[in-house]
């Protein structure tokens, strides 16, 4: 990866992750086409039964009909961080993404400069809904509350659900203050395949799919691809995520620290970053 494409990657990875931004159960590998009520389908995606995950990727993002791709890791340190390494060439760190409920670190080692904000800050300045939760659950394939840091199996009456002539099944979030909303999409195996959250009007939105489940080692369902769209401040963006492992509960590293001769930028400089891509 050249330094020209790492800086393009790095602050359209930022727009596509964080642009919009006690169920203990888990999801087994038990996949069956009978019909669930809403109460079952809240308590089978409430919460995903894990203390860590590591998972190897290849990162492919498209953007004004040019792709970049890069070997990466995801890793996620269950309710504490979120770390998105960048790994071009010979497992060397281009460009790393850390999340954790407080903050947000984006890290270009390539041209050496750094992006931290409160997540309070952050949401403000994007005009944009985030937090750490949502985030997660959209890397776990689970379902979320956007007003909520964390939805149960008793949380079911705060979604509505329609079944489709195509057997799928939608689940929406009811009404609450914020002007954005959330869609969940399941199949007629009950997989949770899409998740949309974004506005009415549909002009600031990401659209998250799932697809290719694969049992893992401690025989939970995973999608080992993620297809990622967003749309923001007329710029647009796919990523799409395609996993080669995926480890449950082994130890993760997750840090955000850098050079402190590294060069701050800000929401704004970030901004006409990612506007002035080309």
């Not at 489709?164 to 689940?171: A, D």
């Not at 997989?191 to 002009?203: V, W």
């Not at 990622?228 to 480890?247: C, D, G, R, T």
Request: net charge positive; aromatic share 8%; glycine share 4%.
């Amino acid at each position: 990866m050249s330094m020209r494409t790492n800086r393009i990657i790095l602050p359209l990875i930022i727009l596509v992750l964080i642009g919009i931004s006690a169920c203990k159960t888990g999801r087994k590998a038990v996949r069956s086409t009978e019909e669930k009520d809403l109460k079952s389908l809240v308590q089978d995606h409430c919460e995903a039964d894990f203390k860590t995950l590591e998972g190897k990727m290849m990162l492919k993002l498209t953007n004004k009909e040019k792709q970049y791709s890069s070997r990466a890791t995801l890793r996620i340190l269950k309710d504490s961080a979120i770390q998105l390494s960048i790994q071009p060439l010979l497992g060397i760190e281009a460009a790393r993404l850390v999340v954790t409920p407080d903050r947000v670190t984006c890290i270009d080692r390539i041209n050496q400069y750094y992006f931290q904000e409160e997540t309070k800050s952050l949401s403000g300045s994007l005009q944009s809904v985030f937090n750490y939760s949502v985030l997660q659950s959209l890397f776990t394939n689970q379902l979320f509350l956007l007003k909520k840091a964390k939805l149960t199996g008793s949380d079911y009456n705060a979604f509505s659900m329609e079944k489709q002539l195509t057997g799928e099944t939608v689940l929406t979030e009811k009404k609450h203050s914020s002007k954005i909303s959330s869609l969940f999409t399941f199949s007629p195996e009950n997989d949770l395949s899409e998740t949309f959250i974004g506005n009415k009007e549909q002009t600031s939105y990401v659209l998250w799919g799932y697809k290719e489940f694969e049992t893992m080692e401690n025989e939970t369902l995973f999608p080992t691809e993620m297809m990622i769209q967003a749309f923001f401040n007329n710029e647009s963006a796919k990523l799409n995520l395609s996993f080669n492992s995926v480890n449950y509960d082994k130890t993760v590293n997750i840090s955000d620290s850098f050079s402190k001769n590294y060069s701050k930028i800000t929401v704004e400089q970030l901004l006409k970053l990612i506007q002035n891509l080309k």
